[in-house]
Structure formats: structure tokens, C-alpha cells
């Protein structure tokens, strides 16, 4: 059954803690994104990978670090440099051929007290 | 800058009431214009991809149109179970640059 797997659903930090969201995907896709979506905002892009080893910053890059050793995983690191990191957390990817569909993975809720 | 504007921001609609919702955008070289459901507490789920003025696509109750400035889904006879928020997304350039999404309308269908 392929898809989109990101834990934990809920995540409870304090603050000045890093955090990891995981994001796992075996779709065999080659692009892997992260959004945050904050009530009214929309969503916006924190990071993105397009292959492996190799990762760009998307519009609200600071306060966030990831890593794409592998093709199925796009773990997000949340540092404690990020100033408001309470959020709901996206994971997408996209396949390198065909349509230019993005799929979803379910999100993480983290709350940061 | 590649934009998409989403309106209106909610909607309330009676059970059967159709209505449209709209997604204007202002993107050099459309690559392909995205519809997506977000139930709440949910990832998006995907519903269409347009990519060229003039295609429709329909799925249900819903049916996507696409000209050269803006984007309909159009709801006919909505039940209370299509109530989410939608959004809409666009890509310009290479296959995997990142899409640029609108804010979203919520729509609430009422029995």
C-alpha cells in the first residue's frame, strides 16, 4: 500500500528543544517538500528536495534544518532558533516523471510550550 | 512573483445549493494548475490537475475548469460531506519546483 507515513500525529515540545518530524514515502518518488500551515496563512514552504543528497530552502527556511540521505526519507529538524514553531507540519512528494501532481503525507501537530 | 488568490475565503452553502468557488492566479508558464480537498487535522488530498485554458475535469459533484487567469470548482447539489477546505495551487518551471498555493476557501455545507 503505497503512500505518505509522517509520525508522530502529535508532537509536545518545550521550548528551546530541537525536534525531528519524520517523513517516509514508498511512492519511489523523487521530490520531497515540507509545508507549515498556520490557521489563515496558507501553506508555505520550508524546505525541498529533489533528489537525494540535495536539499533547497524554500520561503521559511530559518529555524529549520533537514536532511535526504535516502530517497524514501525527509526528516525535518524544528531547532530551538525557530522563534514561533508551533504548527501543523506537511510532507509531500512528487514522482520526477509523469504529472506534476503533489501527494500529501498526513501531518504532524507540534506544539511547543 | 508567481501568485494564487483564493476566493472567497468561506462559504456556507444549503444542502443542493451549487455554487463556484474561484482561484485567480499570475504565474509565468503554467505548468499545470492543482486542486486540492484538506479535511480538518488532515494532509491535502488530491482532486485535479489542469494544464492547458479550456480543460475541464470532473470528479463527482465537482468539476474544475481553467482559463488563462483563473480557476473554477464548481459544486452541484453539494451534501454536507464535501464541507472542507479546498486549495489550489500552481507550478511554473521545471517538473519539481514547488507549487505556490492559495490560502484556501473553506466551504461548509449545511443539511
Known amino acids: 500500500d503505497g503512500g505518505i507515513t509522517q509520525s508522530p500525529k502529535y508532537l509536545f515540545r518545550k521550548e528551546g528543544q530541537n525536534v525531528t518530524l519524520s517523513c517516509e514515502q514508498n511512492l519511489n518518488h523523487d521530490a520531497m517538500y515540507w509545508y507549515r500551515q498556520d490557521p489563515g496563512q496558507g501553506l508555505r514552504l520550508i524546505y525541498y528536495?529533489?533528489?537525494?543528497?540535495?536539499?533547497q530552502k524554500g520561503d521559511i527556511a530559518e529555524g529549520y534544518s533537514v536532511s535526504r540521505e535516502k530517497k524514501e526519507s525527509f526528516p525535518l529538524t524544528v531547532t530551538s532558533a525557530q522563534k514561533n514553531p508551533t504548527a501543523f507540519y506537511l510532507c509531500?512528494?512528487?514522482?520526477?516523471?509523469?504529472?506534476?501532481?503533489?501527494?500529501f503525507g498526513p501531518g504532524t501537530r507540534l506544539t511547543v510550550t | 512573483e508567481d501568485q494564487v488568490t483564493q476566493s472567497p475565503e468561506a462559504l456556507r452553502l444549503q444542502e443542493g445549493e451549487s455554487s463556484s468557488l474561484n482561484c485567480s492566479y499570475t504565474v509565468s508558464g503554467l505548468r499545470g494548475l492543482f486542486w486540492y480537498r484538506q479535511d480538518p487535522g488532515k494532509g491535502p488530498e488530491f482532486l485535479f490537475t489542469l494544464y492547458s485554458a479550456g480543460e475541464e475535469k470532473e470528479k463527482e459533484r465537482l468539476k474544475a475548469t481553467l482559463t488563462k487567469k483563473e480557476s473554477f470548482l464548481h459544486i452541484t447539489a453539494p451534501k454536507p460531506e464535501d464541507s472542507a477546505t479546498y486549495l489550489c495551487a500552481v507550478q511554473a518551471g521545471s517538473g519539481n519546483t514547488p507549487l505556490v498555493f492559495g490560502k484556501g476557501t473553506r466551504l461548509s455545507v449545511i443539511a
Open positions: 509531500a512528494s512528487k514522482s520526477g516523471t509523469g504529472g506534476f501532481e503533489q501527494y
Open positions: 528536495s529533489q533528489i537525494v543528497n540535495d536539499f
